[in-house]
């Protein structure tokens, strides 16, 4: 269900050349979705940008990053034990959506002076689907 929601999103993956996903559809009787299945990402494979810093397995140490375990609905910079920036502990509120959403597309600019060094992911559909992973690791 969350794939149908994306079907645009391959094309453009397509497009800018950055989907590592196999591209190549071997079944000539397929239909229109199968062939786009063949090349969307998963949630879980644009998580891999995060994987340097962060964990998401209940109860894993924090790295470079705090864990994010159930972050989808906590207060934000809550992690015990966990150093955040000065910047990111006063921003207040919780990871919802639009707060997850901004954040992800660029934390220099949603969070001035947070210390989370990443660009940021411009698609907004790669975002939705990694964000509803995040919602899945609780
Ligand atoms: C180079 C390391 C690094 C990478 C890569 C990285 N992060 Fe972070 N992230 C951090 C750091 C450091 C913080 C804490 C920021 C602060 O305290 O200012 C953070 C904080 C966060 C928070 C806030 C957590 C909380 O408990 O308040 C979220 C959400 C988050 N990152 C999501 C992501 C996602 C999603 C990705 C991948 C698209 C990602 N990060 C990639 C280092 C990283």
């Known amino acids: 269900m969350i794939r149908a929601a994306f079907l645009a999103a391959p094309l453009l993956l397509a497009a800018c050349g950055s989907s590592d996903a ?3 559809s071997t079944d000539s009787a397929s239909s229109g979705q199968a062939q786009t299945e063949a090349v969307a990402l ?3 494979q644009i998580f891999k940008r995060c994987v340097a810093c962060h964990k998401v397995e209940k109860g894993a140490a924090s790295g470079l990053g705090p864990n994010l375990h159930g972050v989808a609905g906590r207060a934000v910079a809550s992690v015990e034990g966990f150093n955040f920036s000065p ?3 006063a921003k207040g509120g919780v990871w919802d959506d639009a707060n997850l959403d901004g954040y992800i597309e660029n934390p ?3 969070v001035p002076g947070n210390k989370m060094s990443f660009a940021g992911i411009k698609d907004a559909g790669e975002r939705k689907l990694l964000i ?3 919602k899945e690791q609780k």
Do not use: S
Request: net charge negative; no cysteine; proline share 7%.
């Open 132 to 134: 509803e992973y995040l």
């Open 108 to 110: 220099r600019t949603f």
């Open 22 to 24: 196999p591209t190549e």
């Open 87 to 89: 910047a990111l502990k």
């Open 42 to 44: 998963t949630g879980e």
